[in-house]
């Protein structure tokens, strides 16, 4: 199995049991190893009072780019530290897609970079993301 096709096991492996992620309807656009886009449509339930898209929609997405760009490698890897800062508002029926990017890799520390953006390729957000990369393989041999 190529560095891809383990990428994509790995995430296929995670999302079937990512009951969250499913729920807010996330698609999978592409997956590759340290790198990962999704997207999703912003749905009424996802409003908050001011009839604009809570936060943690868009933290949310960012924080599943995250989980399967750092796993794509076949290390089981966990966030230990995000941020994120909201630069656009998002209404009901928006689409916006996260895209993740690997800026360092170490044996134990993995650093990203989600730009969040919506149907017009605008910059809605912007996620950083630090993992701590165990031990344990997903796929042990």
Known sequence: MDKKQLAEKVVDTMYAKDYFSQWLGIERVKIEPGHCILKLTIKKDMLNGFGIAHGGITYSLADSALAFASNSHGRKAVSIETSISHTEQLKEGDTITAT?????LSNKIGIYHIT???QKNEKVALF???VYRTSGEWFPA
Do not use: R
């Not at 993740?100 to 360092?104: L, R, V």
């Open 128 to 130: 950083k993301g630090t």
């Open 100 to 104: 993740a990017e690997e800026t360092k």
């Open 116 to 118: 969040v953006t919506n």
